[in-house]
């Protein structure tokens, strides 16, 4: 069998190499799918499609003219090893998608062909950094690893991550949420990528791989639920009026209602019936009690 070879790019990388790294960033594209959904309140896919090699030079002119670039550093406890750069690229869809839910809306205005604001920048700053904890926990699954987020940038030509003619490893992945689907993308100089992953065998990964079961996945979907805000309302009581009879509600009028004063009152998680409570007060304020778990 006759194959290509590009001498000017030259393959630095095993398959079995390769699938340590695609092994790393599964584990952080699961936990990311399950913050993003707690976050967004939305359901989110999110997927390693394509690891490839690649010039620094051939990553920086395929960008976009406007998109997200966050500067991360990773820094191994192990002073034997290198600090080693990351860039985190996210494309600006998905950046005003998150952006207009995280501010209330349904997330259907993110096409925008536009700079991002002040205002903007800082949440997406807010969500880097916590993006930065789960490459850093993806890390941590194979070694004692630090990550920061350094910087951000918007314009790929700014980046100063290796020499235009250094190779790079670039994981993409997809994401998927309610109709839009994008892009992140992760890109490390090989020659870190080389010397961290060097102590991991394939062994290695395979044994971490089987660790990483339903419940280790539960666990984490538990974790980053449990994040997520919820509303809570107290329901006194439920009623009707036919229209006439609002049209003519005015300020001071008393609404009796078929309840007695020291009955159980309704307590909702959203829109389910969660508890029974007692009404009081606590010091200034009004208060509840829960009286029972539904």
């Known amino acids: 069998m006759i194959k290509t070879y590009d001498f000017k790019s030259p393959k630095k990388f095993t398959k079995e190499r390769m699938s340590i790294v695609e092994n790393l960033y599964e584990g952080f594209s699961r936990s990311l799918a399950t913050w993003l959904t707690g976050l967004l309140q939305v ?6 499609t394509k690891i490839e090699e690649c010039r620094y030079q ?13 500067l991360m550093n990773l ?16 494309e600006p869809a998905l950046c005003f998608f998150m952006i ?13 062909d536009r700079e991002f604001t ?42 100063q991550m290796s020499a235009p003619e250094d190779v790079i490893l670039v994981v993409e992945m997809e994401v998927r949420v309610k109709e839009l689907s994008t892009k992140f993308y992760l ?5 870190n990528v080389e010397e961290l992953t060097s102590k991991f065998g394939f062994k290695y990964v395979q044994k971490t791989k089987r660790r990483d079961n339903g419940a280790a996945r539960r666990e984490n ?31 001071g009028d008393v609404v009796p209602l078929n309840k007695r004063i020291d009955s159980d009152i309704e307590v909702m998680v959203e829109d389910v019936s969660s508890f029974t409570a007692k009404p009081g007060h606590t010091k200034l304020r009004k208060a509840i009690q829960i009286e029972k778990v539904l």
Not at 100 to 111: A, H, I, K
């Open 75 to 90: 820094i191994p406890e192990n002073k034997e090893y290198n600090e080693s750069p990351i860039v985190f690229e996210m």
């Open 100 to 112: 207009e839910r995280l501010l209330g809306g349904q997330g259907t205005e993110y096409e925008l």
């Open 118 to 159: 002040d205002i903007e920048m800082a949440i997406i700053e807010h969500l880097l950094k916590k993006i930065t904890e789960y490459v850093q926990d993806a890390w941590n699954g194979y070694m004692d690893i630090r990550a920061a987020l350094t910087g951000m940038e918007t314009n790929s030509h700014l980046l």
């Open 187 to 191: 890109a490390m100089p090989a020659a």
């Open 221 to 251: 979907l538990v974790s980053n639920l449990l994040e997520t805000d919820v509303e809570l309302r107290a329901i006194l009581h439920r009623f009707e009026l036919d229209a006439q009879e609002v049209m003519k509600l005015q300020v």
């Open 58 to 70: 051939e990553y920086i002119s395929e960008g976009e003219d406007i998109s997200m670039f966050a």
């Open 43 to 48: 359901y989110c896919e999110v997927s390693v």
